[in-house]
């Protein structure tokens, strides 16, 4: 029914979805952007007809008014009670936020920008997690990308011992390197997971459409979420393989390292503190983003299928495929083939289920955004299915700087941050009425 509402609108994208890709709204004509803003409108009225209840409305407030970033795309804090955010910079900085907001400094916890990690515009430094005994032991992991040759890079840091705030590069031990054909796809998000493991999210490889078929290849490790034991080390590598990963004992050159495959460009995986699951936003080819819960051993699907739908013939009756929680399309156009009412967008960023204490309306709320578009959504999921979505907040297409999300940031507390291209960090606040 609402799809027909859409008809004399134009097309908003016909064109691939990379992942930061804010040149395509920035060149929307004035039709196409007042289209999208009227399909969000509509959807939000039309969801209670699906069974799905909406969500209160956000705001985003700058949470550290002297401050600006360059190009943040992560934040965590350590899981020792320490309550400031440490903040990661694409092109190779992790700085310590201060506690106090008002305050227009901040400590360099790490630096290698020397290295030139970022020199394409999806690579860079970008995933950060603390060892489960970080406060004990001081060891934390980052993902970057190199050159001479192409590789994504997962090591281990130590801080100093006698500063705690400060790093020597020189403590590297590199646990993981995996060559890279292409610059982008790089997908980089890391986080242990509630068994004490690292789950490492990495993409297909990059150019478009998976050209070498990574997704679906159990011999290589692009398009994948990895889990590995970073407290054992063998002989013959640099950690530890669980011996319940799915494909352990397989044989024929599968990787054991393999968690689950079939991804495209997981931007970005969290764990929910309350039940362990794992959540996972994939970044879209040609007309659909998507939410993906994240099993032991599953497939979904990339690139035989995009979100719930047929990408590429033919489509193999033996393969088991686990299709979304969520999509949305990339065009008002697409309505008609949705499983759900969704505003469309073009470049999906995944988010964390908020378990804090100050936003108790959102218990439980998965937050994710766009990158494109800047816009905030909320989904709950319970008992096998959405009872709850909308659109939260939205960020004005006009801004100047654009304010585009690029990542998440989760504090001690499990308050989540906004974190975006326009160099700010934004904390989620109730809508203020009148």
Aim: some cysteine; aromatic content about 12%.
């Amino acid at each position: 029914m609402f799809a027909r509402l859409f008809v004399e609108v134009q097309p908003i994208w016909e064109i691939l979805a990379p992942r930061f890709c804010w040149d395509n709204v920035k060149h929307m004509n004035r039709s196409s952007r007042l289209g999208l803003i009227l399909g969000a409108s509509i959807l939000g009225q039309v969801i209670r007809v699906w069974g799905i209840d909406p969500l209160p409305q956000l705001e985003l407030e700058v949470a550290f008014p002297r401050l600006t970033f360059d190009r943040p795309v992560t934040a965590c804090s350590p899981p020792s009670g320490d309550q400031r955010l440490y903040l990661v910079e694409q092109k190779g900085r992790i700085l310590i936020l201060p506690q106090d907001r008002e305050l227009d400094t901040v400590d360099v916890f790490l630096d290698i920008t020397d290295r030139k990690p970022y020199v394409e515009n999806e690579e860079g430094l970008l995933g950060l997690c603390f060892h489960p005994q970080y406060r004990s032991n001081g060891k934390f992991y980052v993902y970057y990308t190199q050159h001479q040759p192409r590789r994504s890079v997962l090591s281990q840091f130590q801080h100093l011992a006698t500063d705690a705030n400060r790093v020597d590069p020189v403590t590297e031990r590199v646990l993981l390197e995996v060559p890279q054909p292409y610059g982008n796809h790089n997908s980089g998000t890391i986080a242990f997971g509630p068994d004490g493991h690292l789950y490492i999210g990495l993409g297909d490889g990059g150019s478009a459409n998976d050209p070498h078929d990574n997704g679906q290849n159990l011999r290589s490790l692009l398009g994948k979420i990895l889990r590995v034991d970073v407290n054992r080390r063998p002989a013959t590598q640099n950690y530890g393989i669980p011996l319940d990963n799915p494909f352990v004992g397989a044989g024929s050159g599968i990787r054991p390292e393999i968690w689950a495959f079939g991804f495209r460009n997981p931007w970005c995986l969290s764990f929910d503190p309350k039940n362990g699951s794992l959540w996972m936003a994939d970044v879209g080819q040609n007309k659909w983003e998507e939410i993906n819960l994240v099993v032991r051993g599953g497939n979904y699907g990339w690139n035989t299928y995009e979100g719930f739908h047929l990408f590429k013939e033919p489509a193999s009756k033996a393969v088991n495929t686990i299709f979304p929680v969520m999509e949305y399309p990339h065009s008002p156009q697409f309505n008609d083939q949705a499983v759900f009412p969704h505003s469309p967008g073009l470049s999906i960023t995944g988010g964390h289920v908020y378990r804090g204490a100050r936003l108790s309306d959102f218990d439980g709320v998965y937050f994710y955004g766009d990158f494109a578009m800047g816009t905030l959504w909320g989904l709950r999921f319970q008992h096998g299915k959405i009872t709850h979505l909308g659109t939260v907040a939205e960020m004005p297409l006009d801004a100047k700087p654009r304010r585009s999300i690029s990542g998440f940031g989760r504090d001690a507390d499990g308050e989540i941050y906004i974190l975006s291209f326009d160099g700010r960090v934004y904390s989620l606040e109730p809508e203020t009425k009148g």
